[in-house]
């Protein structure tokens, strides 16, 4: 006798469909995908900041974009201004006639130097922000520090030993300060998504205040 073959199960009827949208009971909403978490960023070092200024400024302000450096404008501010004081022959005279005196005196200057840097910072954000910038305030007004500061230091030791009038500081000068122009006009408009010509005007003002007062100013 032949084996009677297995009995076949009926195939499986597909559920019920869900019912059509209505505007009692809207559709069923697909399920979410999962949030990625997003990439951590990787601190910034005030080394990497002031020394790749000089050799990747487009990779360093797409790297510092939206962060404040703080700390890196108030070393660079301690830095500079003490050099400026030192280079004074007036400081060095006090040095030799009174110690104390010409440490208060540093010590002044150096809140000076602070509070002018600070100034610049704010005055280059606001007028950023009035050209239609959208930067915040932190990131645009200690960086600006940062590369005012860091672009004047060469030119800052050349006239510590060398006289102002000298050919060699006065190239120094406009070439320090070209530079710090240019890296200027990159940051704001990176940080505050202006056009070219907006970020050169918003900037304007103050780097040629200190050309006129800091840069060209007799250093003895």
Known sequence: M???????????????KPPPPTLVQPPPREPAPARREPARRRRLWWHRLIFGLWY?????????????????????CLISGGIGIVSVDAFRAQW??????????????????????????AVTHAIARTLGGN????????????????????RLGIASWLPASSTFVQAATWTTWGFGYFLAALLIRG???????????????????????LKLG???
């Not at 032949?2 to 019920?16: E, L, M």
């Not at 990747?56 to 660079?76: G, H, I």
Request: glycine share 4%.
């Open 96 to 121: 030799a006639a009174d110690r104390a005196a010409a440490l208060q005196l540093a010590g002044m200057a150096e809140a000076g130097v602070l509070t002018a840097s600070l100034a610049l910072g």
């Open 2 to 16: 032949s084996a009677s073959p297995p009995p076949s199960h009926p195939p499986s009827q597909p559920g019920p």
């Open 56 to 76: 990747r400024p487009v990779d360093v302000f797409d790297e510092a974009r939206d962060r404040s450096a703080w700390s890196a404008a108030a070393l660079l």
């Open 135 to 154: 930067g915040r305030f932190a990131p645009t007004a200690s960086l600006f520090i940062v590369l005012f500061w860091v672009t004047d230091l060469p």
């Open 218 to 220: 007799p250093v003895r």
């Open 191 to 213: 940080q505050h998504h202006l056009p070219t010509h907006k970020s050169a005007a918003a900037v304007s003002v103050q780097m040629l205040a200190s050309l006129a007062l």
